[in-house]
């Protein structure tokens, strides 16, 4: 089922060539690797050892799967090089996997993906530069841009930890984030931050991918299709929970704009780094945060959600910065699940999301007064 998947997406089937002066996709010629380990393996172990395997440019695929068999249920962890889709494009390979194994057909084949920055180049943003030029951007924060330290690969197992709301939670927090008229991910990101805040950092960092899909409109390929959004809070801002996610909703807002998204591309697009070596420093500029939290919202806006899935977890990455943690949050069958990968573990962060998620929506509702 698996080169079912493939033959409907190009880049599941690619591998790169590096002796060029620029490096290029080519068809691989080799299949999908499936490893099938011991029974009863839990998954987080899995996930934790597949990030010390680093997946080789070629002769490929770029992604392999492992199996973990189970009674009643089996688990399958799939794998991806960042060189061939994102979050958003490993879900959908999930979900058309889950649909072929329940003898669903339903699916498209799609051409190769044109590459992010052409079709962000091309993007008419005319619509959007009016309102634009009436919100002044507020001025950037040194704190802000602070570059990471990335640390050398040493194949050291990550912690993993997980954690998912119960149904009620997961439905009050939907309903209490659209009557403040914000997203769920601005109230995870005001967690967050509260919760890092208690632990005594006075300024928190936090970098969310926002997918271009939704945001500029871009094709449903599975490939890469995200840009980098930061925002953060000072210890001081962490009172007033509801204020706080909004504050991250507005920075949010103002970084998602298709023309802000066009104007950051073209700028990386003119100035690409030279070496791997300049490559590494701007992605230790650009990606530097107390957290990265990848949220990719309701899995039913991808695919139809078959029976047999019980769970979904993820996406889980790990990306060797000096002190990161990287949670990955996906929404099925109405509860919301958190999943961390880091090298310096706090251990109560997902219990103490949850619980101040908790308490925010159990706070009696405030409507603003627009008198």
């Known amino acids: 089922m698996l080169t079912r998947v493939q033959e409907r997406h190009p880049l599941l089937g690619a591998s790169v060539d590096r002796s060029a002066p620029e490096p290029l996709y080519r068809r691989a010629e080799g299949s999908i690797g499936v490893e099938t380990i011991a029974m009863g393996t839990p ?5 934790a050892t597949e990030q010390t395997r680093p997946i080789a440019p070629e002769p490929g695929p770029l992604l392999r799967a492992v199996l973990i068999p189970g009674d009643p249920g089996s688990f399958v962890v799939l794998t991806f090089a960042h060189q061939i889709t994102d979050g958003i494009g490993g879900l959908r390979v999930l979900l058309e996997l889950v649909a072929l ?8 084949t799609r051409g190769v993906p044109r590459a992010q920055e052409d079709l962000l180049a091309g993007l008419d943003v005319q619509g959007h530069t009016g309102a634009a030029a009436s919100a002044v951007m507020p001025v950037e924060d040194e704190r802000m841009t602070a570059p990471g330290a990335l640390a050398p690969f040493s194949g050291l197992l990550p912690h993993v930890s997980a954690l998912a709301l119960d149904r009620e939670l997961t439905t009050r927090l939907v309903g209490r984030c659209r009557a403040e008229g914000m997203s769920v991910h601005a109230a995870l990101c005001a967690a967050a931050s509260r919760v890092f805040h208690r632990r005594g950092r006075d300024f928190v960092r936090i970098l969310s991918p926002v997918d271009l899909r939704r ?3 871009l094709s449903e390929d599975v490939a890469n299709r995200f840009a980098g959004a930061r925002t953060a809070s000072e210890a001081s801002d962490a009172d007033d929970f509801w204020a706080l996610a909004q504050r991250h909703h507005q920075a949010l ?6 023309h802000v998204l066009q104007a950051g591309s073209a700028a990386l697009a003119e100035s690409p780094p030279a070496t791997p070596e300049d490559a590494e420093a701007m992605m230790a500029a650009v990606t530097a945060a107390d957290i990265q939290i990848t949220n990719l919202g309701a899995a039913e806006a991808y695919g139809p959600i078959h ?8 996406p889980a990455q790990i990306t060797q910065l000096r002190g990161e943690h990287v949670l990955g949050v996906v929404t099925s069958g109405g509860r919301l699940r958190m999943t961390e990968l880091t090298h310096d ?3 109560v962060l997902l219990p103490e999301m949850a619980a101040v ?10 409507a603003p007064n627009l008198a």
Request: charged share 20%.
């Open 43 to 47: 998954w987080q172990a899995v996930v």
């Open 101 to 108: 194994l329940d003898g669903d057909e339903r699916g498209t």
């Open 215 to 217: 945001a500029a409109g």
């Open 253 to 258: 807002g103002r970084q998602r704009a298709p």
């Open 307 to 314: 029976a047999s899935l019980k769970a979904l977890w993820g």
């Open 345 to 347: 573990p706090v251990a």
């Open 357 to 366: 998620l908790a308490r925010a929506c159990a706070a009696p509702y405030q």
